[in-house]
């Protein structure tokens, strides 16, 4: 890092007219390794140079490589370095955008006005350069690989796969693509609008280049194939511990970015569109597993692709006031009807080390990655057109008045007062399901919890589940959530699939014998569902649940207007009367289709105030 009296010879920004950005220009030079020397341009927006635009991981660490900027010393992190040497030409300027040195990363009202523009600056680029970084791990094997693998995948039958996962030379080559996507760059939320927007995309990876609809193409057919392979039982019988691993790391890989990877390719047309309809509250849903090291850009970063957001881009609001602002603006523009199914009960705090840090309101989520699916709007995935979320549940009744959901707060905004409806309270818990990410890398047993939950559910005399058999089927509705499961009940490729409730006559619910239970089990495992990271739950009265992890005993069961489903809630303390903590969202059996609340009316019953802190 340079010393202090060093910083004060660097370069010094001059202040940008209205509607104006910097521009990069790289002096050419032959070598790879020599110094780099560039000139920073003022340009206009509108009429600007002909340029393209860099996209990239800043790394961690400090600043510690000189570069020469308009003759004086200016100070990057490796990674870029190596970037900007990569696109440094043999012959003739290279004109550039680079967030790092075209936007004063000092000055916080400068970046202010900067990142609203930045949807112009990627649109108008000529192309985007992703720098995935120098070669390592064969890498350049890997890239050679995408366009092969596609190939393999379009055959889409599972004796081909498992022929190819005999082979050695090409196990290695899948050792080499897993390395490339675990790659940091394809978890950055920033990278959705600087691909999503301009007109070409070339990826670089030390030398070797790939066009983005290469890539784009690998992933598509990947997911199409996944899923049927994992389900297949000749996969099942033949395919070893090695090769099941690196099936297994090679879709972990893909997963996170996959759904972001598709979003962003079939909604392009509607990013550019001037007529640009679409919600933030769904871009930071189909978005939250990419990555931010500052966590306002959760928000900022995504604000490119919705101009007409409402959202004021300031850096020097808290992270907290930012959060809850734009959840409180959710909650007002849809009636909580949407917005609940991000109160899960469950982040992947233990993943992002900055939301760990955050003192938010226990109703106000982090925008970052989910351990687990949503009760309340979830759907399978497979390629398809993008459709929002539908839910299956009808928990607050089925005619839900947007009029009957009235917003209050209190301490300022940290407070949410709610209707709602007590139900039970959890009188039992069971083990905890590991989640899917334990499951697929660790290889975790989930059988015996299984079998633990069933000993649980039956060994209950309560109601309303009196007889054995009508427990045995209770329970196991509870574990599927009443919905069918993909693989199992029904097998459907056509894009998008919505949950479906079971009927009274899906087959194998609750199973007949231990295989048809293994089987079950395993199609709820491979195809996702909500009972990654959740607990199966016993009420005072007998009600079987899911319930989140970190629900227990003594916590409140209560039905809220306009939610899907039931929500856990636990009292502050003993002194504060009516007041709660958010644990997350849950199902019940027999409550699910506006029991709670047709009860409630019947008996003359009214509504409670419940007051989220």
């Not at 890398?441 to 007889?467: I, V």
């Not at 097998?491 to 199973?511: F, S």
Request: positive net charge.
């Amino acid at each position: 890092m340079p010393r202090r009296s060093q910083r004060r010879m660097c370069y010094q920004y001059r202040p940008l007219e209205p509607q104006n950005f910097r521009l990069l220009e790289l002096v050419p030079h032959h070598s790879l390794i020599a110094d780099l020397h560039c000139r920073l341009i003022h340009s206009s927006i509108v009429s600007a140079h002909s340029y393209e635009a860099l996209s990239y991981t800043w790394g961690d660490g400090i600043s510690t490589c000189r570069i020469t900027l308009n003759g004086s010393p200016f100070y990057i992190r490796p990674n870029l370095r190596e970037a900007l040497r990569r696109l440094r030409q043999s012959k003739g300027k290279r004109m550039v955008w680079v967030d790092a040195i075209c936007i004063n990363q000092d000055c916080t009202e400068e970046k202010s006005i900067q990142v609203p523009l930045m949807r112009q600056i990627y649109a108008g680029a000529k192309r985007v350069i992703v720098w995935l970084g120098e070669d390592s791990f064969d890498s350049d094997k890997a890239i050679e690989f995408i366009p092969v693998l596609t190939e393999v995948a379009r055959l889409d039958t599972d004796l081909v796969w498992i022929w190819h996962l005999s082979q050695d030379e090409f196990l290695r080559r899948m050792s080499s693509l897993i390395a490339l996507f675990y790659r940091p760059w394809w978890r950055r939320t920033w990278i959705i609008q600087e691909v999503a927007l301009p007109r070409s995309v070339i990826l670089l990876c030390g030398s070797q280049r790939i066009h983005w609809s290469v890539v784009c193409d690998f992933v598509l057919a990947w997911m199409d194939i996944k899923f049927s392979l994992y389900l297949s039982s000749l996969y099942q019988r033949t395919i070893d511990g090695v090769q099941k691993t690196a099936l297994r790391t090679l879709g972990m890989a893909i997963s996170g970015f996959a759904e972001s990877l598709t979003r962003m390719r079939l909604d392009q047309p509607i990013y550019l569109s001037p007529a640009n309809s679409l919600k933030l509250s769904n871009l930071l849903w189909s978005y939250k597993n990419q990555d931010v090291s500052n966590p306002r850009d959760k928000i900022y970063g995504l604000l490119g692709l919705v101009p007409n957001a409402g959202v004021q881009i300031d850096y020097n609001k808290s992270v907290e006031d930012i959060y809850t602002s734009v959840f409180r603006s959710f909650l007002e523009e849809d009636g909580g009807f949407d917005t609940f199914r991000w109160m899960t009960g469950e982040m992947m705090v233990q993943k992002v080390e900055w939301a760990r840090q955050l003192n938010l309101p226990s109703w106000v989520p982090d925008f970052g990655p989910r351990a687990v699916h949503p009760i309340s709007s979830f759907i399978f995935f497979t390629e398809g057109p993008i459709c929002p979320p539908r839910g299956v549940f009808q928990a607050s009744g089925p005619n839900r008045s947007r009029s009957e959901f009235i917003l209050q707060f209190e301490d300022g905004e940290r407070t949410l007062v709610l209707r709602g409806y007590r139900f039970d309270t959890i009188s039992q818990r069971g083990r905890l399901f590991p989640y899917l990410d334990e499951i697929v890398l660790s290889g975790y047993q989930t059988y015996p919890t299984f079998k633990h939950w069933e000993k649980l559910a039956m060994s209950t005399t309560n109601r309303p589940y009196d007889l054995r058999s009508s427990r045995g089927e209770a329970f196991w509705r509870t574990i599927l959530t009443d919905r069918k499961v993909e693989g199992f009940h029904f097998q459907d490729n056509a894009g998008w699939i919505p949950a479906r409730r079971l009927t009274p006559v899906d087959r194998c619910v609750p199973p007949q014998n231990s295989e048809q239970e293994r089987e079950l089990l395993r199609a709820i495992e491979t195809r996702g569902g909500c009972i990654f990271g959740r607990r199966f739950c016993i009420s005072s009265r007998g009600y079987f649940g899911l319930m989140p992890a970190t629900a227990c005993e003594g916590d409140m069961i209560c039905v809220l207007l306009r939610g899907e489903v039931p929500f856990v809630l636990r009292r502050r303390n003993d002194r504060d009367q009516g007041f709660y903590q958010m644990i997350g969202e849950c199902y019940v059996h027999g409550i699910m289709d506006g029991e709670v609340v047709k009860d409630a009316l019947n008996n003359g019953s009214g509504y409670e105030l419940f007051k989220l802190c």
